[in-house]
């Protein structure tokens, strides 16, 4: 197994614009359906990708690899969208990854949050990236593309990972190696933490890929899995349908490519009524 530490460069833009800042709460209009949560900390991590967390209500629920609708009361309505919480079930905070799109309904907007501001949070998560839609194998793949990486955030956070796998292994690919860096804090953090830094250290592979600039790994994951680069890589064998199980999140192009790739390959595409070997998140906010 090649040392996960030389999978993906490690680094984070130092140009990165942070906000968090305590300040008291504002009183709250209840919107039927949603939590209405207060904004913590806001980052921008490129002019395209911002990330923010928000104070969690003590009755809201989920599990690791969930999405919930997320958004702003404009013009006295909720305009939402899907977003997978990239916080883990047991922090006290939510967090979420989005990208900017200048004319989107809610993006457009939504980057512009600041600290203290409200924010809507669906009362009901749901979503098909769940440990629990798999069958037991060794090797967990996750692979991801862009904001895909969101729900994986939570996803190897989550202690029953490292208790069903024996080994998983992050894949995550950008076009720039910038888009990379919260993905990659994301991964140094855990590493470094009390509760499941050990864990990570022994189980988890993070690696990266970009598509247009030079780079140590470089390609769509499409053509890493088919080529078998990734495989060499790793110092792994190639996917295997009787040890591998695989959660996939990112792009419609990339989901249907190795969707039709995993069946081919003997894959069995799993839900919650009946487990399979491999399981896709459609419903993410890259919008």
């Known amino acids: 197994m090649a040392d996960a530490a030389v999978l993906g460069e490690i680094a984070a833009p130092s140009a990165a614009r942070v906000s968090?800042?305590?300040?008291?709460?504002k009183p709250k209009t209840e919107v039927r359906g949603y939590h209405?949560?207060?904004?913590?900390?806001?980052?921008?991590w490129t002019d395209k990708l911002f990330s923010f967390r928000t104070t969690r209500d003590p009755s809201f629920r989920f599990?690791?690899?969930?999405?919930?609708?997320?958004?702003?009361?404009v013009e006295g309505k909720p305009l939402v969208r899907a977003y997978s919480i990239v916080s883990a079930p047991y922090e006290e905070h939510l967090e979420f990854l989005s990208i900017k799109v200048p004319d989107g309904p809610l993006t457009s907007r939504l980057q512009h949050i600041?600290?203290?501001?409200?924010?809507?949070?669906?009362r009901k998560p749901t979503g098909t990236l769940l440990i629990e839609s798999l069958e037991p194998?060794?090797?967990?793949?996750?692979?991801a593309t862009g904001t895909g990486f969101a729900p994986f955030g939570s996803i190897i956070r989550n202690p029953d990972t490292y208790e069903r796998f024996a080994q998983i292994v992050l894949v995550y690919g950008c076009r720039e190696a910038a888009e990379l860096a919260f993905g990659t804090e994301a991964v140094i953090g855990l590493r470094e933490s009390e509760f499941l830094g050990e864990y990570a250290d022994k189980q988890l592979v993070y690696y990266t890929t970009v598509t247009r600039e030079a780079y140590y790994h470089q390609g769509r994951i499409t053509d890493l899995v088919t080529s078998g680069k990734l495989f060499s890589?790793?110092?792994?064998?190639?996917?295997?349908?009787?040890?591998?199980r695989i959660m996939i999140c990112g792009n419609p192009g990339m989901l249907a490519d190795l969707k039709a790739m995993l069946l081919a390959g003997g894959f069995a595409e799993g839900s919650s009524g009946k487990p399979g070997t491999f399981v896709i998140e459609k419903a993410f906010a890259e919008r």
Do not use: C, W
């Not at 968090?20 to 709460?25: I, V």
């Not at 599990?63 to 009361?73: D, K, S, T």
């Open 20 to 25: 968090s800042a305590a300040e008291p709460a």
């Open 36 to 44: 209405q949560a207060r904004v913590l900390h806001v980052r921008h």
């Open 63 to 73: 599990e690791a690899g969930q999405f919930v609708m997320i958004g702003l009361m």
């Open 114 to 122: 600041a600290v203290g501001d409200t924010v809507l949070v669906g």
């Open 137 to 143: 194998g060794k090797r967990l793949y996750l692979f």
């Open 233 to 244: 890589d790793l110092g792994v064998p190639a996917l295997d349908a009787a040890n591998d």
